[in-house]
């Protein structure tokens, strides 16, 4: 049962005439109702009275021993219910396609593959263990070789005679490195993104059938039932969007992390700029770092300079550097065009009637950024404000004085296009996306201290990332690429890791800092809720690290704990769970 009171097996009879349904879907009776049930195997203790199957609904097993394993192993590390984690590693069954026969796989394309792997330190030994080997690597690709560097693992993998999984963090657009791959190994390979449900699960069971020795999807690609899984690829793997947000709230890295522990297959963490949890699993030992001579990084590495930020998030330095590109792109967090600071008509500060948040003019309309409502003045009712400019709107705007090209603005992951040459683009975050090798003569953060300070976790090297591939778009410095960055702190150290193209700079210090706030990476945190009484309850364990707070009968806990403490946590949580203290538990929560 779905549910972490209910989290254990319940004994029934199979129908007569079926040996072994391991795997499969039945509907058994269950308290005067019909459910739906995973056969897990055979009872070990049969109790007196056993109510028999109604049905078995599938025709193939929808989990196999190996995913069965990886269930368990997510039950645990997300405190979930068994039920929710084999639930989210097949897709939802459509009966029809269960009888309808796989077709033949054709022979293997042996594509083209440039070499960039062999070169770097550590490279060869993650090729030999693609081809027939295990562990983990993090991988840093030289900028523009993302697609390259996946490649040739995929290409190493299937020498040996497995088969490969990438999975990418988003579908709109699909990233450069996915297209590349799907392109390179045509029919062998299969598009698991998006689709109707007919579609997926019939990709899926030609997958589990041995139909392709390639698939490439975003999350739920992570479970791609291969034949003899030899390599599992994260690309980007610090993007958010590898993280599911409803239970069992895996993350594709840790799941990738798993698989080859129990499938002896190889896990990349891939990325211009890691996760601290990617790092910090390279520092306990556990992943190996690959990445390119430190000086032919540099060759390949823009060069970085800072400013100190002037009016509007611009500076002279920025309307120098602008006048004279062809092909930039300025990367900016804040949208619309200013911010409204007081009410016209009397005086008073501007903020929303109906939540108090900040009001903005976006799209020539003033509304609260925080519920979107149409701005009004608590006050007087006042509909105009005084704007203080800035944003990605003011910036297009501006730039456009600046420049005869055309000057674009994106915001919209959905949206996003490659920056064109001989223009200026103006964007959010949303913009930076894997679109292969781009070239720009300039590339510009302009408000990189607030990018870095927003709230959450890891929101300083979710921004250090972007600036990372944005930075990439730039050029080596040899050939005029040029990043200005504009901050009031060039000493900060995700500054002084886009300045050295050097995240790991940034790391050093971003451990220490996460260690002082109770939250170093690589230990689950997890947000439980229940009523009085749960801090207490949960405190009585050893966390290494717990904030609650209450809110009327509510009490909510943010808990950290060491990775070997993870069973302690989950059986005590099901104990509360049972008593009615905790009702809800989510991992890896997003603040
Ligand atoms: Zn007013
Ligand atoms: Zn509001």
New binding site residues.
């Given amino acids: 049962m779905p549910r972490l009171e209910l989290d254990r097996p319940f004994t029934y009879r199979l129908p007569e005439g079926v040996p072994d349904a391991r795997g499969h879907l039945v509907s058994v009776p269950f308290h005067g109702r019909t459910v739906h049930g995973y056969v897990l195997g055979p009872a070990a203790e049969v109790p007196d009275r056993v109510l028999p199957v109604r049905r078995v609904l599938s025709n193939v097993p929808v989990v196999d021993a190996t995913g069965l394993d990886l269930a368990r192993w997510m039950a645990e590390r997300y405190v979930v219910p068994l039920a929710t984690a084999i639930a989210a590693i097949h897709p939802p069954r459509v009966a029809g396609e269960e009888a309808r026969e796989v077709t033949e796989a054709g022979p293997t394309p042996q594509p083209r593959v440039p070499s960039v792997l062999g070169e770097f330190e550590r490279g060869p030994d993650l090729l030999r263990a693609a081809r027939d080997g295990e562990g983990v690597f993090l991988v840093r690709p030289l900028p523009g070789e993302e697609g390259a560097a996946c490649l040739e693992a995929v290409q190493a993998c299937l020498y040996g005679g497995r088969e490969a999984v990438v999975v990418v963090p988003e579908s709109e657009p699909l990233p450069a490195t996915a297209r590349m791959v799907l392109e390179a190994y045509g029919d062998a390979a299969v598009s698991f993104v998006g689709g109707e449900p007919r579609d997926r699960y019939r990709a899926w069971l030609d997958m589990r059938a041995g139909r392709y020795r390639v698939v490439v999807g975003t999350r739920p690609a992570v479970f791609g039932p291969v034949r003899r899984l030899g390599l599992v690829w994260i690309h980007r793997e610090v993007h958010p969007a590898h993280r599911e947000e409803r239970a069992p709230y895996y993350r594709t890295r840790d799941v990738a992390m798993a698989r080859a522990r129990l499938e002896g297959a190889v896990a990349v963490l891939a990325g211009l700029s890691p996760s601290g949890d990617a790092v910090a699993a390279a520092d306990r030992g556990e992943a190996t770092v690959v990445r390119a001579p430190r000086t032919r990084e540099r060759q390949r590495a823009p060069l970085v300079e800072t400013v100190t930020p002037e009016h509007e998030d611009r500076s002279r330095r920025l309307t120098e550097l602008l006048r004279s590109a062809r092909g930039a792109f300025l990367l900016l967090s804040r949208r619309g065009y200013g911010v409204a600071r007081i009410c016209r008509a009397c005086g008073e500060p501007a903020r929303?009637a109906?939540?108090?948040?900040t009001v903005v003019l976006r799209g020539g309309r003033a509304a609260?950024t925080?519920?979107?409502?149409a701005a009004v003045c608590p006050s007087c009712g006042g509909t105009s404000f005084g704007i203080e400019r800035g944003g990605t709107e003011r910036l297009q705007e501006w730039a456009a004085q600046l420049t005869e090209d055309p000057v674009l603005r994106v915001e919209e992951g959905a949206l996003a296009v490659p920056p064109p040459p001989a223009s200026v683009t103006v964007g959010t975050a949303a913009e930076v996306k894997d679109f292969g090798p781009v070239r720009l003569d300039l590339v510009a953060v302009l408000d990189a201290d607030r990018a870095r300070r927003r709230a959450g976790i890891t929101a300083a090297e979710q921004s250090l990332a972007t600036w990372h591939e944005a930075a990439a778009w730039a050029g080596p410095r040899a050939e005029g690429g040029r990043v200005l960055v504009q901050t009031r702190d060039p000493g900060d150290p995700a500054i002084q890791a886009l300045v050295r193209w050097d995240p790991w700079h940034f790391h050093r210090a971003e451990r220490r800092r996460r260690e002082e706030a109770g939250f170093p990476p690589g230990y689950p945190i997890f947000r439980v809720t229940g009523r009085e009484g749960l801090a207490d309850a949960l405190g009585a364990l050893p966390p290494t690290h717990l904030l609650s707070s209450g809110a009327g009968n509510e009490t909510v806990c943010l808990v950290t704990l060491r990775p070997q403490e993870l069973p302690l946590f989950r059986a005590r949580v099901l104990e509360l769970v049972g008593a009615g203290v905790a009702t809800r538990v989510e991992a890896e929560p997003q603040p």
């Fill in positions: 929303c109906a939540c108090g948040g609260c925080v519920c979107g409502a």
